[in-house]
């Protein structure tokens, strides 16, 4: 064996080392921002947008040292990114993610359809088929009105049910890291145990309150208990 192979033998061997030193076993991470850059505006990579309405996706990657957050912005419009994934909530059922809310569209309450616009939402997607009629999907929230721990299907579409996770002013410019058992919340929600999870959906909406909101989204993950 040439001494270049055992050198490219050695690297490799370093590599896969650090990374393994890197990993933290039962986390699977969804997002943390890190590889985007700076400044970036709009959909991001690794992201895809929605197929309804006419969102204006005014997101922008910034520095909330020590880490990079995506800052939303909604004017009378509604903007949502969902990323495709897999993973098996009964394994690692607590999501935990961080969000500032800046601005709450004035008068939102999830539990009408004439005012059903949130600063911050974080959605997790079960698919089943047909996915248009039979998905379930919960939607964590913020909400300006709704009482926290508000759970309550939504009137524009059988298909969400939202958790109002954190409600009004009070902990407006603050970061806020939340933690929920996906796991246990579908089955209150569902009498049923769920199947895989396929997507993660981060979303802001002022369209229907016609008014305007502002949020920050940080690290979104799903661990162990």
Do not use: C
Not at 15 to 20: I, P, S, T
Not at 24 to 35: A, I, N, R
Not at 118 to 127: L, R
């Amino acid at each position: 064996m040439s001494w270049t192979r055992v050198a490219r033998l050695l690297a490799g061997l370093i590599l896969a080392l650090a990374a393994a030193a890197g990993a933290q076993p039962g986390v699977v991470v969804v997002e943390d921002w890190s590889k985007h850059s700076l400044g970036a505006k709009g959909i991001p990579d690794g992201w895809s947008g929605q197929n309804w309405g006419s969102p204006a996706y005014d997101f922008t990657i910034v520095d909330e040292s020590p880490t990079k957050v995506l800052h939303l912005k909604s004017k009378n419009e509604g903007s949502t990114i969902a990323k495709e994934l897999k993973i098996n909530v009964k394994e690692t059922p607590i999501l935990e993610w961080r969000w500032k809310v800046v601005a709450l569209p004035a008068g939102g309450d999830s539990r009408k359809k004439a005012t059903d616009d949130q600063a911050a939402q974080i959605y997790v997607t079960f698919p089943r088929f047909p996915s248009a009629v039979r998905s379930r999907i919960i939607g964590y929230v913020w909400d300006t009105t709704a009482p926290e721990g508000t759970i309550v299907q939504s009137e524009k579409t059988s298909l969400v049910t939202y958790v109002v996770v954190r409600s009004g002013t009070k902990d407006l410019n603050h970061w806020i890291t939340e933690t929920r058992n996906v796991y246990e919340d579908y089955k209150r929600i569902y009498k049923e145990e769920p199947g895989e999870l396929g997507a993660v959906s981060i979303s802001i909406d002022s369209n229907d309150t016609k008014s305007y909101a502002e949020s920050y989204v940080g690290a979104i993950l799903f661990k162990k208990p």
